[in-house]
């Protein structure tokens, strides 16, 4: 290595903790991807990697290499990197005979998905977490077999760490995501240890105590019991003229014991309220004990020390045990330990009379979390709380820089660009994630981060001295009003489709790039490579890189494009009990038929949650025609929100069809009308034989028509659609009556794929109707584990009779359908 790389490259090469971090991500990640992705289906296909491979790259680094050490750092974090890729798949592979092995799939599913209803007897293994309708914990089960299992049991249930309950629950794998632009959730169930659901928690019965839970339970009850000490102090001696000095005492109680100790220790959830005014302001992170409160509560042990003179070993003997404490009080989250850690090793460091890098503390808490549990690199929390801290000792010195350009110095400034730095690095992440950043979070944090800080010192003095929780009443509203200031501030939140991982990768490759120069010292490197290259190119001028750039550029573009769209693209997508089909003809008209769900999906919002993330990631930014084949909320309820989202060329509506007026209890189906009025779309009425054309796509409509029939069912709207040799009907929920009607009329229903009506019903797709179809495909839109039993046994084994190949949303995720104009293919999301 040159003389002049070796110097630009010194931050690095002096950090060796940094660039052994990044091995132990990057192999993480790999570990995930060899795990989730390239069939690591059992623990034993790690068994021999991870305990061969790594000893093996570190003996042949070590003899080979011991005199290079650049080569021999290399080697070591080769070694890093494969022994994190090995106990990462290991950690999320689930153990051999774990319960969840009751929820996998039967090879040849002939019926509907259902749950498995057991009977389970077990150790609370943490903390329950109360929500606004439920409370949910991990259960170490222990029978009917051993293994653990996320429980979600009836907001109000008592229970506690340690408890042995025996319970009725409904087994079920865990949520994956079914369409394009969802996110996986299922990683915080894994890094809790869990592989599975436990669904309806009833029959509940607490047996006894597990004694090895003991300092877990008494760590609960103290949290509990903060919480109490803060109400009644605040509460004062309850009179009237308290109340009016300090009124909502419980609720600032509240408030305060989630700031400075985390939600863990709530009896009940937060005001869904109060956390979307911090949500909104950019605080979020204020409401649960995170990093800041423990470096707050590090500075202050650090100078109470120095106050008192305290050095050496009675430093550590008062720092490191209070620092353990309050992580064990906050819940101990991924957050916490990282900056206890932080605590511990700055402690000591000063102990050791060394200078303090914050980087490499960085780095060895990164490592330690990640040998501990290699899940944790999935925790929202490790990864906003290292990007804060990232960003406080490197994007922040940057910025104060160029206020110190341009504004001069003050302490001011210093305080602005730490929080634009924490702002900035945790952006990228929130946005992935949440599809959501606040932009008042930079004035927020400003103002409401120090007097948060200062609740901890102030807050921990409380409980020794209750006079002083005057000033904490104060503070906690203070900081409270400051969130609910910021949220209703104009553009406080900026809402978008959560993006594709690229976008946090850009960024932080944005963040380097523009840091670069100021970190390293490239003038050398520059110059030696100058004087190299000057006699072999004399005549070389920097612009003339220009063009080798652009080419790179373009030949990038070109690798990261989209697959190229086929003839016809028919997606089904993953709604759980209900219905939305989009149609992409080669023209590029867009056609949505329904668009709701009931229930699998365990969703508020189908339309905004589901919907509207697919189509972006799929690129769709106009619908042509929007098909409501019937009023059900199933089919529609997800269309109002999508309808404000979207422009939409036309709606067809089969609701309406032949109706005077319409039900007041279709309260989904008004909304979206209400929303198609305001957005100003016209509104059709569909009838047999109307045809919409979209290029060589043919539309035709072939129900419903005069005289409806009597069940709403079977005046649904059912499309043909023809596209070269192959042919799709669309069915809607029509029943017997409704196929027996186009039969009598003698419409055209000879298809390549039907869209199974009804989401496979029994009451549908009849011996009759099939055989005039005659398909070669079937699609299903079914929620997973749904309570109507659909598809139905029955006509499972209809379909498989008559040769045609079925494919269902509840197992395959969303179903890709690609049609030339000579066959059609299925491509299932999972």
């Excluded at 009443?473 to 969130?483: D, E, H, I, K």
């Excluded at 189509?615 to 929100?641: F, I, K, W």
Aim: charged share 15%; net charge positive; with cysteine.
């Amino acid at each position: 290595m040159s003389p002049a790389l070796s110097r630009a490259l010194n931050p690095l090469r002096f950090r060796p903790l940094m660039w052994m971090a990044i091995a132990a991500v990057g192999g993480v990640a790999a570990g995930a991807a060899w795990a989730e992705f390239l069939g690591a289906v059992s623990r034993a296909d790690t068994r021999l990697l991870f305990p061969i491979l790594p000893a093996f790259l570190s003996a042949i680094g070590a003899w080979q290499m011991r005199r290079n050490g650049m080569r021999w750092r290399f080697f070591l974090a080769a070694t890093l990197f494969f022994a994190f890729t090995a106990s990462a798949a290991r950690r999320i592979v689930p153990p051999q005979g774990d319960i969840s092995a009751l929820t996998a799939v039967p090879v040849n599913l002939d019926g509907p998905l259902k749950p498995i209803s057991l009977q389970v007897r077990g150790v609370v293994a943490d903390y329950p977490r109360i929500g606004d309708f439920s409370t949910q914990f991990p259960l170490d089960c222990t029978a009917p077999r051993r293994g653990r299992i996320w429980v979600s049991a009836p907001y109000g249930t008592s229970v506690q760490v340690g408890d042995i309950v025996s319970l009725q629950v409904e087994l079920s794998a865990l949520p994956t995501p079914g369409n394009w632009g969802e996110r996986a959730s299922f990683w915080r169930f894994i890094g809790n240890r869990c592989w599975c659901l436990g669904r309806k928690a009833v029959v509940f019965e607490t047996l006894g105590v597990e004694p090895s839970t003991f300092v877990a339970r008494r760590i609960a009850l103290w949290r509990q019991g903060i919480l109490e000490h803060y109400e009644r102090a605040f509460r004062g001696d309850g009179s009237e003229m308290a109340l009016q000095m300090r009124p909502f005492p419980a609720a600032n109680a509240q408030l305060m014991t989630a700031m400075v100790f985390g939600e863990g220790g709530l009896s009940r959830p937060l005001p869904q309220t109060l956390r979307e005014d911090f949500r909104a302001a950019g605080l979020s992170h204020v409401l649960v004990a995170s990093g800041t409160q423990v470096a707050f509560l590090t500075v202050i042990l650090l100078w109470a020390a120095r106050g008192l003179g305290l050095k050496r070993a009675p430093l550590l003997l008062v720092i490191v045990p209070i620092l353990v404490l309050y992580a064990l009080l906050a819940g101990g989250a991924a957050s916490i330990w990282r900056a206890t850690l932080g605590g511990v090793l700055l402690t000591w460091a000063l102990l050791l009379g060394r200078d303090v890098d914050g980087l490499s503390l960085w780095s060895v808490a990164i490592l330690i979390l990640l040998v501990l549990d290699p899940l944790n690199a999935w925790s929202l929390s490790f990864q906003l709380t290292f990007a804060a801290t990232w960003g406080l000792m490197v994007l922040a010195p940057a910025i104060a820089r160029l206020f110190a350009a341009r504004f001069g110095r003050g302490g001011i400034y210093q305080l602005a660009a730490l929080s634009l730095g924490a702002q900035a690095a945790t952006m990228p992440i929130s946005l992935f994630h949440f599809g959501s950043f606040s932009a008042a979070g930079v004035g927020a944090n400003f103002i409401a981060v120090p007097l948060a800080g200062l609740m901890v010192g102030t807050g921990l003095v409380g409980l020794i001295f209750s006079p002083f929780n005057l000033v904490n009443y104060y503070l906690t509203r203070g900081v409270a009003s400051v969130a609910h200031a910021f949220a209703l501030s104009p553009g406080a939140r900026f809402d978008a489709p959560p993006p594709g991982l690229w976008w946090p990768i850009a960024c932080y490759v944005l963040f380097f790039a523009a840091l670069a120069p100021l970190s390293f010292d490239w003038k050398p490197l520059y110059l030696d490579w100058r004087q190299k290259l000057q006699p072999k190119m004399p005549r070389l001028r920097p612009w003339s890189l220009v063009p080798l750039f652009l080419g790179v550029s373009l030949w990038l573009l070109w690798l990261l494009r989209g697959p190229a769209n086929p003839d016809l693209r028919v997606t089904m997508f993953d709604v759980g009990q209900g219905e939305a089909i989009l149609i992409r003809a080669p023209s590029g008209q867009n056609v949505l038929i329904d668009g709701g769900s009931l229930e699998g999906r365990e969703r508020s919002d189908i339309g905004a949650q589901v919907l509207v993330p697919a189509l972006q990631s799929l690129g769709v930014e106009r619908l042509d025609l929007l098909v409501l084949t019937h009023a059900d909320a199933d089919h529609c309820n997800g269309l109002a929100a999508l309808a404000r989202e979207i422009p939409i060329g036309a709606f067809l509506d089969g609701a309406g069809a032949g109706r005077q007026s319409i039900d007041p209890a279709l309260v989904d189906y008004l909304e979206l009308r209400k929303a198609l009025a305001q957005a100003k779309v016209p509104i059709l009425a569909p009838r047999a034989g109307q045809n919409f054309e979209m290029g060589e796509v043919k539309l035709r409509v072939l129900a419903p028509s005069a005289p409806l029939l009597e069940a709403e069912n079977d005046n649904s709207i059912v499309l043909r659609l023809d596209f070269g040799q192959n042919s799709l009907l669309f069915t809607g929920d029509i029943e017997s009556a409704g196929e027996e009607r186009l039969l009598q009329r003698g419409a055209h229903l000879r298809c390549t794929v039907l869209k199974v009506a009804h989401h496979g019903s029994k009451t549908s797709t009849t011996p009759a109707f099939l055989q005039a179809a005659d398909p070669q495909i079937a699609l299903i839109s079914c929620g997973r584990y749904n309570r109507f039993g659909h598809p139905h046994a029955q006509i499972l084994r209809r379909l498989t009779d008559a040769n045609v190949a079925v494919f269902r949303t509840d197992l395959g995720g969303a179903l890709q359908l690609d049609c030339d104009r000579a066959a059609c293919r299925v491509t299932p999301f999972r």
